[in-house]
């Protein structure tokens, strides 16, 4: 594990409610990424700068993703969507917000990659987040004094990873670590915290505990545990690693992550739920010229 190196991030996640109004970028130019090197710190982005919004390495498959509100596993198409990355850059038009960006995605998917899908529902394995035995162990983190809003998650965000562990800043205050056999988080709703957790896990975690506040915390896992879910989550950013470590995270349901969430008073219960995918029915590989 020491010379890979890698980021990740659900922005996908991020954009809960639809906005009323479909945009398209004023312009908008989509270049090949870098491919994500083994010898250097990823980097994985999204970032505004007054109405100029950069998108940094993201894969085809998180663009779709974070287009329609979904996350990357409820996304199924060509094998490709998943390693093919790209940077985008877009200009806003005036009067609109970065809460419309995702339909400013789906627009310009369409145009530029010719990008058709339609909706499924499937039931799969997840893990259900849901309160554990009482009283629970988390640390709320007060509102904001009058005045002060902390705006929607999903800008200004940005990951960076390597093997000693990952980095991610979620905008607004909220972030997380995950290095030293700790996940630390700052500012988190269960939300947050259920979308940001189940890239390192084996399947999809489900927030049910109602819970509305926003939440510091750590969970500690033990070393094993911590190493197959770093390799988890550099295979989902699309990492192609060594067969001798994609094996140690083979089977490997970290139960030591379940103790940290019991301790704190949650509780990841696995069962099977139906949840919506996203099919991909045509797509270019390559997007036209800008």
Same mark, same amino acid.
């Given at each position: 594990?020491?010379?890979?190196?890698?980021?990740?991030?659900?922005?996908?996640?991020?954009?809960?409610?639809?906005?009323a109004?479909?945009?398209?970028f004023?312009?908008?130019?989509?270049r090949?990424?870098?491919?994500?090197s083994?010898?250097?710190?990823?980097?994985?982005?999204?970032?505004?700068?007054?109405?100029?919004?950069?998108?940094?390495s993201f894969a085809?498959?998180?663009?779709?993703?974070?287009a329609?509100?979904?996350?990357?596993?409820?996304?199924?198409?060509?094998?490709?969507?998943?390693?093919?990355?790209?940077?985008?850059?877009?200009?806003?038009?005036a009067?609109?917000?970065?809460?419309?960006?995702?339909?400013?995605?789906?627009?310009?998917?369409?145009?530029?990659f010719?990008?058709k899908?339609?909706?499924?529902k499937?039931?799969?394995? !997840?893990?259900?987040?849901?309160l554990?035995?009482?009283?629970?162990?988390?640390?709320?983190v007060?509102?904001?004094?009058?005045?002060?809003?902390?705006?929607?998650?999903?800008?200004?965000?940005?990951?960076s990873?390597?093997?000693?562990? !990952?980095? !991610?800043?979620?905008?607004?205050?909220? +972030?997380?670590t995950f290095?030293n056999?700790?996940?630390?988080? /700052?500012?988190?709703?269960? &939300?947050?915290?259920?979308?940001q957790?189940?890239?390192?896990?084996?399947?999809?975690?489900v927030?049910?505990?109602?819970?509305?506040?926003?939440? &510091?915390?750590?969970?500690?896992?033990?070393?094993? &545990?911590?190493?197959?879910?770093?390799?988890?989550?550099?295979?989902?950013a699309?990492?192609?690693?060594?067969?001798?470590?994609?094996?140690?995270?083979?089977?490997?349901?970290?139960? +030591?992550?379940?103790?940290?969430?019991q301790?704190?008073?949650? /509780?990841?219960?696995?069962?099977?739920?139906?949840?919506?995918?996203?099919?991909?029915?045509?797509?270019?590989?390559?997007?036209?010229?800008?």
């Open positions: 594990m020491k010379r890979v190196l890698f980021a990740v991030l659900g922005v996908a996640a991020l954009w809960a409610q639809p906005p109004q479909k945009l398209e004023e312009v908008a130019s989509v090949p990424a870098p491919p994500l083994t010898d250097q710190v990823a980097n994985i982005g999204l970032h505004l700068d007054g109405s100029q919004a950069r998108i940094v085809f498959r998180d663009y779709v993703a974070m329609y509100r979904m996350k990357a596993y409820q996304i199924s198409g060509p094998d490709w969507i998943g390693t093919e990355r790209f940077d985008i850059n877009g200009k806003l038009p009067g609109s917000t970065s809460d419309q960006i995702p339909e400013m995605l789906q627009a310009l998917l369409a145009d530029r010719q990008l899908v339609h909706r499924e499937k039931e799969l394995p !997840v893990y259900a987040l849901v554990g035995k009482p009283p629970l162990k988390l640390k709320e007060p509102p904001n004094p009058a005045g002060e809003d902390d705006g929607p998650p999903g800008t200004n965000v940005a990951a990873g390597g093997a000693a562990g !990952v980095s !991610v800043d979620l905008g607004h205050g909220s +972030s997380y290095a056999n700790k996940f630390e988080g /700052k500012k988190l709703t269960m &939300d947050l915290l259920a979308s957790l189940e890239g390192y896990l084996d399947r999809p975690i927030n049910l505990t109602e819970l509305k506040g926003k939440y &510091d915390l750590t969970l500690e896992v033990t070393p094993e &545990d911590y190493q197959a879910m770093l390799i988890r989550v550099a295979t989902a699309g990492l192609v690693l060594p067969s001798q470590l994609m094996r140690l995270a083979e089977g490997n349901s970290v139960p +030591s992550l379940m103790d940290a969430f301790q704190a008073g949650l /509780k990841l219960d696995a069962r099977k739920a139906p949840l919506d995918f996203l099919i991909i029915d045509q797509t270019r590989k390559t997007p036209t010229d800008n």
